[in-house]
């Protein structure tokens, strides 16, 4: 029996249809964002939230502190190694389910009908928590940064400079975070654009500064004192050297996860199932080159260890990085101008990391309010009419975003607690569609183009156990003795947070609660 002529007409659109597109109709999703994200645009995104300079300049200094170069140097390697396990299981899973929802949606199919919703409840919200609390963290290293800038400028700490107070620290933290979910509001074209320039801004960039700083430094640290040398601080109260090499290790972790953003933005990418899976790995293997050549670049250049925390040094103490780019090129040309140079270059990093990170958890909390899993999510999932991005949904974030920052006015260890808030809530979200993919029965998996095969558990077994290690040492005291200005407030945070979603689920969620819900009717395309 022939096929009448709109049947026909509709299998045809179904065949001239992009895979990632038929694969989220399958799947039970209709098109709902612009599908005009090429490869390379994707993979710019998914770079400048991981980014080069980000993660490893605001923790550079406290790292090597802990137990000196050799343990901050080989970190990264090591950290990279398992990077790698990590990524490739998330590539097989987002190859098989490119949709916006990302995680979420992942863990919820993953983990079967009668474990679906509570997984896809847990890792919606460690997501969701995870990357509000990176655009912090952007937010607080690139004022961080700026404070320096403006300090060098007119002066520095020892020449009368101006050293932002905290009320301005603030106010250039809440910039930053509303100057982002202003661009986030416009069409995905424009911060893939951002994104693009972000992606060549950071490579130069990082070719200039790791060539650039060994060579205008006057004198260069020995190879021995990089890769093999060994110091534990007084300063830091930690006493043992297990303990001080695994604080060591943070700056690493802090710095290698973020390639998820490739994730968020599968219904907006062509080819899906194919260039999701290639921007996760290929982000993963250029920052674990750069991001090691960068750590070699600062360690080569120190000219004086100890002087680096001196608070009555030319940048007051309070950012190592900054002042190994003073005293390399004050130490030659008698002038900070091309450490103010450099500075600008690692903020545009930071400006261009949090710009990326707001626009994946703007897709997150979008993914989570479409499926009413978040108080007024009629609000929050609206898509602007215009532009196609959900615009209510980038709003939310900044402005939570700007309520974790206002401890700074009274709080010194802000940066810690939000940065542990931020990899536990991140990278934890990444754990439980792993474990989900691990423990599942194989004949239920439906594999994209990226398949591991029968290497799929072994890998999905150490990414899961180097994610739970990841966690637990965020969680820990990074300074003795403990005190109120020392605690970690992470498991604090953390713990109510968390304590109150899993109560809502408990006494309300799971009864209304069923994960990712169907748009459309795969069968014959009908919303």
């Known amino acids: 029996m022939g096929l009448s002529s709109e049947e026909a007409e509709g299998n045809t659109q179904f065949a001239e249809m992009d895979t990632g597109e ?24 998914s770079f400048s939230t991981m980014t080069l300079f980000t993660g490893i300049t605001p923790l550079y200094g406290s790292s090597l502190l802990y137990a000196g170069p050799a343990s901050l140097v080989w970190g990264w390697v090591v950290v990279s190694f398992f990077t790698w396990f990590v990524g490739i299981a998330m590539a097989e899973i987002c ?50 940064t700026l404070q320096s800038i403006i300090l060098l400028c007119t002066g520095t700490n020892k020449d009368g400079g101006y050293l932002a107070p905290k009320w301005l620290f603030l106010c250039m933290y809440m910039g930053l975070t509303f100057i982002w979910a202003f661009l986030n509001t416009f069409a995905l074209e424009v911060i893939a654009f951002i994104d693009i320039i972000s992606i060549w801004w950071q490579l130069i960039g990082g070719i200039v500064i790791v060539i650039m700083l060994p060579l205008v430094a006057l004198t260069t640290q020995s190879a021995s004192f990089v890769f093999s040398h060994f110091e534990m601080a007084e300063s830091t109260g930690i006493t043992s050297k297990p303990y001080a090499v695994v604080l060591a290790f943070l700056v690493s972790q802090y710095s290698l996860y973020g390639y998820d953003a490739a994730a968020h933005l599968t219904e907006e990418t062509k080819g899906a199932d194919k260039n999701g899976p290639i921007a996760i790995l290929t982000s993963i293997g250029i920052i674990s080159v750069f991001g090691w050549a960068y750590i070699l670049a600062l360690t080569f250049s120190i000219q004086d260890f100890n002087y680096l925390y001196d608070t009555t040094n030319e940048t007051a103490g309070v950012f190592v990085p900054a002042q190994i780019l003073y005293d390399a090129f004050h130490g030659r040309y008698h002038s900070a101008t091309g450490a103010i140079i450099l500075l600008f270059i690692i903020w545009g990093s930071f400006f261009f990391g949090g710009l990326s990170i707001t626009t994946s958890a703007a897709r997150v909390v979008y993914a989570l309010s479409r499926d009413k899993g978040i108080p007024f999510s009629s609000i929050w999932r609206k898509v602007h009419p215009k532009h196609k991005v959900p615009s209510n949904a980038v709003w939310l974030c900044a402005a939570i975003c700007v309520l974790l920052g206002i401890p700074i006015l009274k709080v010194n260890v802000v940066f810690t607690a939000i940065t542990s808030i931020c990899t536990i809530g991140w990278v934890g979200g990444y754990a439980v569609p792993i474990f989900a993919r691990m423990v599942m029965e194989e004949k239920n998996f439906k594999p994209g183009p990226f398949y591991l095969g029968k290497a799929s558990r072994p890998i999905c077994l150490i990414a899961f156990l180097w994610i739970c290690y990841t966690c637990s040492v965020f969680l820990l005291p990074t300074l003795y003795p403990i005190t109120w200005d020392t605690f970690n407030y992470a498991p604090v945070a953390l713990g109510v947070g968390l304590g109150m979603i899993m109560l809502w689920w408990v006494f309300d969620a799971r009864r209304w609660f069923k994960g990712p819900v169907r748009n459309i009717d795969a069968q014959n395309g009908k919303v």
């Open 22 to 45: 038929k694969r989220l109709n399958e799947l039970g999703y209709k098109q709902e964002l612009r599908r005009e994200m090429t490869l390379f645009k994707t993979l710019a995104i």
């Open 95 to 144: 190859s098989s389910f490119p949709t916006t929802g990302s995680l979420y949606f992942w863990a919820a199919h993953l983990a079967g009908p009668k474990w679906g919703p509570f997984a896809s409840w847990c890792c919606a919200w460690l997501e969701a928590i995870g990357l509000i609390a990176g655009i912090g963290t952007q937010a607080y290293a690139g004022s961080q």
